[in-house]
Protein backbone atom coordinates (compact mmCIF):
# COMPACT_ATOMS: atom_id res chain seq x y z
CA UNK A 1 0.00 0.00 0.00
CA UNK A 2 1.23 3.76 -1.25
CA UNK A 3 0.75 6.65 0.85
CA UNK A 4 0.64 9.96 -0.25
CA UNK A 5 3.70 10.82 0.98
CA UNK A 6 5.18 8.44 -0.84
CA UNK A 7 5.87 5.64 1.86
CA UNK A 8 5.22 2.14 1.24
CA UNK A 9 3.20 0.24 4.16
CA UNK A 10 2.47 -3.39 4.41
CA UNK A 11 -0.62 -4.44 4.60
CA UNK A 12 -1.31 -6.45 8.28
CA UNK A 13 -2.91 -9.68 6.16
CA UNK A 14 0.73 -10.00 4.26
CA UNK A 15 2.50 -10.26 7.21
CA UNK A 16 0.73 -11.97 9.33
CA UNK A 17 0.85 -15.10 6.25
CA UNK A 18 4.38 -14.45 6.05
CA UNK A 19 5.19 -15.43 9.65
CA UNK A 20 3.25 -18.58 9.17
CA UNK A 21 5.04 -19.42 5.87
CA UNK A 22 8.20 -18.87 8.07
CA UNK A 23 6.98 -20.56 11.18
CA UNK A 24 6.15 -23.46 9.10
CA UNK A 25 9.66 -23.24 7.12
CA UNK A 26 11.58 -23.24 9.87
CA UNK A 27 9.97 -25.94 11.76
CA UNK A 28 10.51 -28.20 7.92
CA UNK A 29 14.47 -27.17 8.65
CA UNK A 30 15.40 -27.39 12.28
CA UNK A 31 19.00 -25.84 12.90
CA UNK A 32 21.25 -28.99 12.60
CA UNK A 33 25.06 -29.06 12.18
CA UNK A 34 24.36 -32.40 10.75
CA UNK A 35 21.83 -32.93 7.92
CA UNK A 36 21.19 -36.12 5.71
CA UNK A 37 19.31 -34.88 2.76
CA UNK A 38 16.23 -37.42 2.19
CA UNK A 39 12.97 -37.21 -0.40
CA UNK A 40 11.25 -34.82 2.32
CA UNK A 41 13.92 -32.15 2.24
CA UNK A 42 15.41 -32.46 -1.12
CA UNK A 43 12.91 -30.14 -3.52
CA UNK A 44 13.36 -30.46 -7.90
CA UNK A 45 12.18 -28.18 -10.64
CA UNK A 46 13.12 -28.09 -14.63
CA UNK A 47 15.43 -24.87 -15.11
CA UNK A 48 14.32 -22.60 -18.14
CA UNK A 49 16.63 -24.75 -20.26
CA UNK A 50 14.26 -27.73 -19.26
CA UNK A 51 11.46 -25.84 -19.77
CA UNK A 52 12.46 -24.54 -23.12
CA UNK A 53 13.37 -28.45 -23.72
CA UNK A 54 9.50 -29.65 -22.94
CA UNK A 55 8.55 -27.13 -25.39
CA UNK A 56 10.66 -28.27 -27.99
CA UNK A 57 9.07 -31.68 -27.32
CA UNK A 58 5.64 -30.68 -27.44
CA UNK A 59 6.34 -29.16 -30.75
CA UNK A 60 8.23 -32.30 -32.02
CA UNK A 61 5.35 -34.39 -30.62
CA UNK A 62 2.76 -31.91 -32.62
CA UNK A 63 4.51 -32.32 -35.86
CA UNK A 64 4.78 -35.69 -35.67
CA UNK A 65 1.19 -36.23 -35.22
CA UNK A 66 0.20 -34.20 -38.25
CA UNK A 67 2.59 -35.24 -40.27
CA UNK A 68 2.79 -38.81 -39.53
CA UNK A 69 6.18 -39.02 -39.01
CA UNK A 70 7.30 -42.26 -37.33
CA UNK A 71 10.88 -41.41 -36.62
CA UNK A 72 9.26 -38.25 -35.28
CA UNK A 73 7.70 -40.17 -32.69
CA UNK A 74 10.72 -42.05 -31.83
CA UNK A 75 13.04 -38.44 -31.71
CA UNK A 76 10.33 -37.23 -29.74
CA UNK A 77 10.14 -40.43 -26.84
CA UNK A 78 13.57 -40.78 -26.94
CA UNK A 79 14.37 -37.41 -25.78
CA UNK A 80 11.25 -37.53 -23.67
CA UNK A 81 13.17 -40.41 -21.66
CA UNK A 82 16.16 -38.92 -21.23
CA UNK A 83 14.96 -35.99 -19.96
CA UNK A 84 12.95 -38.23 -17.29
CA UNK A 85 15.82 -39.94 -16.04
CA UNK A 86 18.15 -36.94 -16.23
CA UNK A 87 15.50 -35.42 -13.65
CA UNK A 88 15.91 -38.82 -11.56
CA UNK A 89 19.34 -38.50 -11.67
CA UNK A 90 19.63 -34.77 -11.14
CA UNK A 91 17.74 -35.56 -7.08
CA UNK A 92 19.84 -38.45 -6.73
CA UNK A 93 22.69 -36.25 -6.91
CA UNK A 94 21.65 -34.66 -3.13
CA UNK A 95 19.35 -37.44 -2.11
CA UNK A 96 21.33 -39.15 0.23
CA UNK A 97 24.04 -36.46 0.97
CA UNK A 98 25.35 -35.95 4.90
CA UNK A 99 26.09 -32.83 5.78
CA UNK A 100 28.61 -31.95 8.81
CA UNK A 101 29.28 -28.30 9.89
CA UNK A 102 32.54 -27.52 11.72
CA UNK A 103 32.51 -25.18 14.48
CA UNK A 104 34.05 -21.60 13.10
CA UNK A 105 36.98 -19.86 14.95
CA UNK A 106 35.98 -16.74 16.44
CA UNK A 107 37.36 -13.60 14.33
CA UNK A 108 37.32 -9.88 14.80
CA UNK A 109 34.48 -7.61 13.45
CA UNK A 110 35.28 -6.90 10.34
CA UNK A 111 37.29 -10.26 9.16
CA UNK A 112 36.33 -13.01 7.32
CA UNK A 113 34.18 -15.97 8.73
CA UNK A 114 35.62 -19.39 7.36
CA UNK A 115 32.45 -22.03 7.31
CA UNK A 116 33.68 -25.06 6.63
CA UNK A 117 30.92 -28.19 5.44
CA UNK A 118 32.03 -31.92 5.40
CA UNK A 119 29.86 -34.13 2.68
CA UNK A 120 29.70 -37.35 2.80
CA UNK A 121 28.14 -39.20 -0.15
CA UNK A 122 27.41 -42.78 1.80
CA UNK A 123 27.58 -46.23 -0.10
CA UNK A 124 26.44 -44.96 -2.97
CA UNK A 125 28.62 -43.78 -6.32
CA UNK A 126 30.06 -41.13 -7.14
CA UNK A 127 27.84 -37.32 -7.14
CA UNK A 128 28.78 -34.88 -9.08
CA UNK A 129 28.37 -31.18 -9.78
CA UNK A 130 27.08 -30.20 -5.67
CA UNK A 131 27.30 -25.99 -4.96
CA UNK A 132 27.06 -24.39 -2.08
CA UNK A 133 26.27 -20.99 -1.31
CA UNK A 134 25.34 -18.61 1.88
CA UNK A 135 22.33 -16.75 1.90
CA UNK A 136 23.06 -13.42 2.27
CA UNK A 137 23.02 -10.47 0.76
CA UNK A 138 24.48 -9.42 -2.51
CA UNK A 139 25.54 -11.42 -5.37
CA UNK A 140 25.69 -15.27 -4.31
CA UNK A 141 29.21 -16.78 -4.41
CA UNK A 142 28.95 -20.37 -5.08
CA UNK A 143 31.84 -22.96 -4.26
CA UNK A 144 31.22 -26.29 -6.19
CA UNK A 145 32.49 -29.95 -5.28
CA UNK A 146 32.57 -33.46 -6.14
CA UNK A 147 32.19 -36.79 -4.01
CA UNK A 148 33.75 -40.00 -4.18
CA UNK A 149 31.85 -43.32 -4.50
CA UNK A 150 31.65 -43.53 -0.45
CA UNK A 151 34.35 -40.37 0.50
CA UNK A 152 34.34 -36.90 1.59
CA UNK A 153 34.68 -33.73 0.40
CA UNK A 154 34.91 -30.67 2.34
CA UNK A 155 33.45 -27.13 1.61
CA UNK A 156 34.89 -23.91 2.79
CA UNK A 157 32.05 -20.78 2.77
CA UNK A 158 33.11 -17.31 3.98
CA UNK A 159 30.84 -14.27 4.92
CA UNK A 160 32.10 -10.89 6.63
CA UNK A 161 31.32 -10.76 10.58
CA UNK A 162 29.63 -7.04 10.53
CA UNK A 163 29.43 -6.68 13.96
CA UNK A 164 30.39 -8.08 17.50
CA UNK A 165 28.90 -10.80 19.34
CA UNK A 166 27.67 -14.37 19.10
CA UNK A 167 25.44 -14.76 16.44
CA UNK A 168 23.95 -17.92 13.93
CA UNK A 169 25.57 -18.59 11.08
CA UNK A 170 23.78 -17.88 7.66
CA UNK A 171 21.45 -20.21 5.98
CA UNK A 172 23.02 -22.80 4.02
CA UNK A 173 21.57 -23.54 -0.01
CA UNK A 174 22.53 -26.48 -1.57
CA UNK A 175 22.03 -27.17 -5.45
CA UNK A 176 23.30 -29.79 -8.67
CA UNK A 177 22.26 -29.66 -12.07
CA UNK A 178 24.05 -32.63 -12.89
CA UNK A 179 23.74 -34.30 -15.57
CA UNK A 180 22.19 -32.00 -18.15
CA UNK A 181 21.14 -28.94 -17.07
CA UNK A 182 17.24 -29.68 -16.97
CA UNK A 183 16.59 -29.88 -13.64
CA UNK A 184 17.27 -28.00 -10.43
CA UNK A 185 17.35 -29.91 -6.88
CA UNK A 186 18.00 -28.03 -4.34
CA UNK A 187 18.04 -27.93 -0.12
CA UNK A 188 17.93 -25.75 2.81
CA UNK A 189 20.48 -26.17 5.88
CA UNK A 190 19.75 -24.27 8.61
CA UNK A 191 23.19 -24.80 10.87
CA UNK A 192 22.39 -24.76 14.32
CA UNK A 193 26.75 -23.72 15.16
CA UNK A 194 26.98 -19.74 15.99
CA UNK A 195 29.85 -17.47 15.57
CA UNK A 196 31.72 -15.63 18.06
CA UNK A 197 32.83 -11.97 16.81
CA UNK A 198 35.65 -9.81 19.00
CA UNK A 199 35.89 -6.17 18.51
CA UNK A 200 37.57 -4.71 16.11
CA UNK A 201 41.00 -3.74 17.28
CA UNK A 202 41.52 0.27 17.38
CA UNK A 203 44.29 0.67 14.51
CA UNK A 204 46.62 2.61 15.66
CA UNK A 205 46.17 2.52 19.17
CA UNK A 206 47.63 4.56 21.98
CA UNK A 207 50.14 3.35 23.89
CA UNK A 208 49.67 0.81 26.45
CA UNK A 209 48.68 2.40 30.33
CA UNK A 210 51.32 2.27 33.11
CA UNK A 211 51.63 -1.13 35.13
CA UNK A 212 51.98 -0.49 38.38
CA UNK A 213 53.89 -3.36 40.97
CA UNK A 214 52.17 -4.98 43.02
CA UNK A 215 54.27 -6.64 46.34
CA UNK A 216 57.57 -6.95 46.62
CA UNK A 217 59.55 -9.63 47.95
CA UNK A 218 62.74 -9.95 50.18
CA UNK A 219 66.15 -11.04 48.00
CA UNK A 220 67.32 -14.64 49.33
CA UNK A 221 69.91 -16.00 48.61
CA UNK A 222 71.07 -19.33 46.90
CA UNK A 223 74.37 -21.75 46.84
CA UNK A 224 75.92 -22.08 43.73
CA UNK A 225 79.58 -23.30 43.31
CA UNK A 226 80.23 -23.14 46.95
CA UNK A 227 79.45 -19.31 47.09
CA UNK A 228 76.19 -17.05 48.20
CA UNK A 229 74.56 -15.38 44.88
CA UNK A 230 71.52 -13.54 45.40
CA UNK A 231 68.33 -13.67 43.32
CA UNK A 232 69.96 -16.80 41.59
CA UNK A 233 68.22 -20.46 41.40
CA UNK A 234 69.39 -23.49 40.25
CA UNK A 235 67.69 -24.22 36.38
CA UNK A 236 64.13 -25.91 36.33
CA UNK A 237 62.83 -27.07 33.09
CA UNK A 238 60.64 -24.99 31.38
CA UNK A 239 62.82 -21.55 32.34
CA UNK A 240 62.38 -18.75 29.46
CA UNK A 241 65.67 -18.39 28.10
CA UNK A 242 65.89 -14.65 28.97
CA UNK A 243 65.86 -15.95 32.80
CA UNK A 244 68.92 -18.17 32.14
CA UNK A 245 72.40 -16.29 33.21
CA UNK A 246 74.43 -17.07 30.11
CA UNK A 247 77.92 -15.83 31.57
CA UNK A 248 77.90 -18.67 33.89
CA UNK A 249 76.60 -21.40 31.62
CA UNK A 250 80.16 -21.97 29.67
CA UNK A 251 81.80 -22.38 33.34
CA UNK A 252 78.86 -24.79 34.20
CA UNK A 253 79.72 -26.61 30.95
CA UNK A 254 83.01 -26.67 31.70
CA UNK A 255 83.29 -27.72 35.12
CA UNK A 256 79.94 -30.39 34.82
CA UNK A 257 77.72 -28.05 36.72
CA UNK A 258 74.26 -27.09 36.34
CA UNK A 259 72.46 -23.70 34.27
CA UNK A 260 71.26 -21.49 36.64
CA UNK A 261 68.08 -18.74 36.50
CA UNK A 262 67.65 -15.60 37.53
CA UNK A 263 64.70 -15.79 40.46
CA UNK A 264 62.35 -13.13 39.91
CA UNK A 265 60.38 -13.83 42.52
CA UNK A 266 62.59 -11.53 44.56
CA UNK A 267 61.24 -8.82 42.23
CA UNK A 268 58.28 -6.38 42.15
CA UNK A 269 55.60 -7.79 39.85
CA UNK A 270 53.91 -5.57 37.67
CA UNK A 271 50.20 -6.41 36.77
CA UNK A 272 48.44 -3.89 33.89
CA UNK A 273 45.13 -2.43 34.13
CA UNK A 274 42.91 -2.64 31.07
CA UNK A 275 39.84 -0.26 32.71
CA UNK A 276 37.31 0.99 30.77
CA UNK A 277 37.84 4.39 32.26
CA UNK A 278 40.76 4.35 30.99
CA UNK A 279 39.28 4.51 27.21
CA UNK A 280 38.86 8.81 27.79
CA UNK A 281 35.59 10.03 26.58
CA UNK A 282 35.01 7.66 23.41
CA UNK A 283 31.20 5.90 22.27
CA UNK A 284 30.91 2.51 23.82
CA UNK A 285 32.10 0.78 20.85
CA UNK A 286 35.12 2.67 20.31
CA UNK A 287 36.34 1.84 23.94
CA UNK A 288 35.88 -1.97 23.32
CA UNK A 289 38.25 -1.21 20.22
CA UNK A 290 40.57 0.50 22.03
CA UNK A 291 40.43 -2.29 24.60
CA UNK A 292 41.05 -5.04 22.41
CA UNK A 293 43.84 -3.64 20.82
CA UNK A 294 45.30 -2.93 23.82
CA UNK A 295 44.49 -6.60 25.43
CA UNK A 296 46.71 -7.74 22.29
CA UNK A 297 48.92 -5.92 22.97
CA UNK A 298 49.94 -7.22 26.45
CA UNK A 299 49.91 -10.19 25.10
CA UNK A 300 52.54 -9.34 22.34
CA UNK A 301 54.23 -8.21 25.21
CA UNK A 302 53.85 -11.12 27.47
CA UNK A 303 52.83 -8.41 30.44
CA UNK A 304 50.23 -9.41 32.94
CA UNK A 305 46.81 -7.79 32.36
CA UNK A 306 43.62 -7.40 34.19
CA UNK A 307 40.17 -6.20 32.43
CA UNK A 308 37.40 -3.83 34.05
CA UNK A 309 34.50 -3.40 32.72
CA UNK A 310 31.40 -1.78 33.98
CA UNK A 311 29.48 -4.50 35.68
CA UNK A 312 32.75 -7.14 34.69
CA UNK A 313 36.36 -8.14 36.18
CA UNK A 314 38.84 -10.45 34.76
CA UNK A 315 41.86 -11.14 37.16
CA UNK A 316 45.29 -10.37 36.12
CA UNK A 317 46.90 -13.03 34.16
CA UNK A 318 48.24 -13.79 30.82
CA UNK A 319 48.07 -16.81 28.25
CA UNK A 320 45.96 -18.55 25.79
CA UNK A 321 43.33 -19.32 28.10
CA UNK A 322 43.30 -15.43 29.53
CA UNK A 323 43.57 -14.09 26.23
CA UNK A 324 40.50 -15.73 24.97
CA UNK A 325 38.48 -14.84 28.03
CA UNK A 326 39.28 -11.28 27.39
CA UNK A 327 38.51 -10.90 24.56
CA UNK A 328 34.98 -12.88 24.63
CA UNK A 329 34.15 -10.71 27.67
CA UNK A 330 34.69 -7.49 25.11
CA UNK A 331 32.73 -9.66 22.48
CA UNK A 332 29.62 -10.15 24.59
CA UNK A 333 29.62 -7.03 26.50
CA UNK A 334 26.42 -5.20 26.48
Known sequence: MLTPAGITLRHPASDRWRRRWQAWWNGRHPRSDTLELTQRNVYILPTRPGWLFALTLLV???????????????????????GVVSMHVTHNVLRGLTLHLKPPTPVHAGDTV??????SGGSGG?????GLRLVQP??????????APGGHATVTLAFTAAR????????????????LGLFRAWSHWRPAATVLVYPRPEQPAPPLPAARAVGSGGATARSQGGSELEGI?????GDPLKLVVWK?????????????SRD????????????????????????LSRLTAWLLASERGGVAWGLRLPGRELEPGQGEAQRRAGLEALALWA
Open 264 to 287: TSSASRHELWLDWTATGPLAPEDR
Open 233 to 237: RGYRR
Open 114 to 119: AVECVL
Open 248 to 260: KAARALETGGELV
Open 138 to 147: GEPRWSWADV
Open 164 to 179: RGRGPLPEIVLETRFP
Open 126 to 130: ARHGI
Open 60 to 82: LLLASINYQLSLGYVLTFLLAGA
